[in-house]
């Protein structure tokens, strides 16, 4: 069954350093976002991204945060500039968004991030 | 602004009994709403899906109904086993593409 990939399961970095967290939706979904989740909290949205732009944001997603789909397969979360609170579970999901669709979203299995 | 309560944070059954847990939501008129089960340390994995029209869907062991009136879910784990202990989660849905909006969900823990 398809599968989201996500790399790496763990990434530790130092404060003001810029981390790239990878992930490869499932082939034919047109929809991509991210989440996040600090540690025993709610999952979190942060950005959707369709057809080559960003489709919704919340208040999280600052200016520290962008997006990027390099290829036809990669989508990519940049953190510019890390701070201590942006620790936390990053998760990347897709969904196939075709017309009529309900929008089931499929979840990876999560970028821990600890930002020392 | 849309708020979702799950009735609460931890529940405690029994082996074989049956769980049933609420999500309600305010400020929302979702058209589908959507069960997903999260595991320590996982990403969320979908359940179920139910959408406006319909007052009840099953798949093996689960049961969820949608009461668009109360603005109420609930999610029923029949002959329950210790294998279904995670956190389960809510999210009320309207339109293919936005964001999910989970409430923090219930810690369901069975005991053998």
């Known amino acids: 069954e398809p599968e989201v990939t996500q790399t790496p399961s763990h990434q530790v970095t130092q404060m003001g350093q810029e981390v790239i967290l990878r992930c490869v939706p499932i082939?034919?979904?047109?929809?991509f976002y991210w989440y996040r989740q600090i540690l025993g909290q709610k999952v979190e949205f942060l950005v959707s991204?369709?057809?080559?732009?960003?489709?919704?944001k919340s208040e999280i997603f600052d200016d520290q945060f962008s997006v990027e789909r390099p290829d036809g397969s990669n989508f990519t979360l940049k953190i510019r500039s890390t701070k201590l609170e942006d620790s936390a579970m990053y998760f990347c999901?897709?969904?196939?968004?075709?017309?009529?669709?309900?929008?089931?979203?499929?979840f990876g299995p999560g970028t821990r991030l600890t930002v020392l | 602004s849309q708020k979702i309560e799950q009735n609460s944070e931890a529940l405690n059954i029994q082996e074989g009994k049956t769980a049933t847990l609420t999500c309600n939501y305010t400020?929302?008129?979702?058209?589908?709403l959507q069960w997903y089960r999260q595991d320590p340390g996982r990403g969320p994995v979908f359940l179920l899906l139910?959408?406006?029209?319909?007052k009840e869907k099953r798949k093996e062991r689960l049961k969820v109904t949608f009461d668009t009136t109360l603005k109420q879910s609930l999610f029923h784990i029949t002959a329950s086993q210790p294998a279904d202990s995670a956190t389960y989660l809510c999210?009320?849905?309207?339109?293919?593409?936005?964001?999910?909006?989970f409430g923090k969900g219930t810690t369901l823990s069975v005991s053998s």
């Open positions: 999901a897709s969904s196939d968004g075709y017309r009529g669709s309900t929008d089931t979203q499929y």
């Open positions: 082939s034919n979904h047109l929809y």
């Open positions: 991204f369709y057809n080559n732009e960003i489709s919704e």
């Open positions: 400020n929302y008129s979702p058209a589908y």
């Open positions: 139910i959408r406006e029209n319909e």
């Open positions: 999210a009320p849905h309207n339109q293919a593409g936005t964001a999910l909006i």
